[in-house]
Structure formats: structure tokens, C-alpha cells
């Protein structure tokens, strides 16, 4: 998959089967100075559970992101409730030139997420 995106997820709903379409997602970038995450970008996933339009290539740096998933306001949509009111993942940046995906598979109890391609 092409995409110019320097950070992409994916989400898989795997209590139902199915792409997480429509699950807001933030991106922040943790400043070590001030010792605070800096907010990038708000999107949602696509019909297909992806979000591709994070961060430019051009504005990567190296250094510690973190992607917020909002896993309680998604599984409202279906009227359930969800142990996870929301889903951090915070992983780190050595080499600004690759590509970073990181996918999420949710259930209302549980979720894993890794380091994709």
C-alpha cells in the first residue's frame, strides 16, 4: 500500500469481523524539554479502518509518538460498553526515513497492537 503518510494504522474490530470505520484517532509527539505530547493531528479511520494521513513525510522526525485511539466513543456506536475507555500506544522513532505502521486489533475487552510493514 502507497501512501505518503509517514505514520498509518490500521484497525480491525475483531469482535465483529470488520473494519473500525469511523474511530477517532490522534497522533502526538512527545516533547523531552518540556516533558509534554504535542498534539499532530486528529482523524478517524476510513471505511476500510485505516487512517493514512497522520503525518507528512517531510515534517518526521525522530523521537517518542504516541497514537490515541477513542475505543469507548467507537463501541457506542454499537451500544456497548468497552473495558478500555481509550487505547494509547507510545512507541519510538530511531529512523525518520522508514515508514511506521501501527495497527490496532480491538474487541470491547481487549486489544493488541504491533509493529506492521
Not at 517531510?58 to 517518542?64: K, L, P, R, T, V
Not at 451500544?79 to 505502521?101: L, M, R, Y
Request: glycine letters at 4%; one cysteine or more.
Amino acid at each position: 500500500m502507497s501512501s505518503t503518510s509517514a505514520i498509518t494504522t490500521h484497525v480491525l474490530d475483531t469482535s465483529r469481523g470488520i473494519a473500525a470505520q469511523g474511530l477517532a484517532i490522534s497522533l502526538y509527539y512527545h516533547d523531552t524539554i518540556q516533558d509534554k505530547w504535542n498534539l499532530i493531528k486528529h482523524s478517524v479511520t476510513n471505511k476500510d479502518g485505516r487512517c493514512l494521513d497522520l503525518l507528512q513525510m517531510e515534517q518526521f522526525q525522530a523521537g517518542n509518538y504516541k497514537l490515541t485511539f477513542q475505543t469507548s466513543l467507537y463501541f457506542e456506536e454499537f451500544k456497548e460498553k468497552s473495558f478500555f475507555p481509550f487505547v494509547e500506544v507510545i512507541f519510538v522513532v530511531n529512523d525518520p526515513n522508514s515508514h511506521f505502521h501501527v495497527p490496532l486489533l480491538l474487541s470491547p475487552y481487549s486489544y493488541t497492537t504491533y509493529r506492521g510493514t
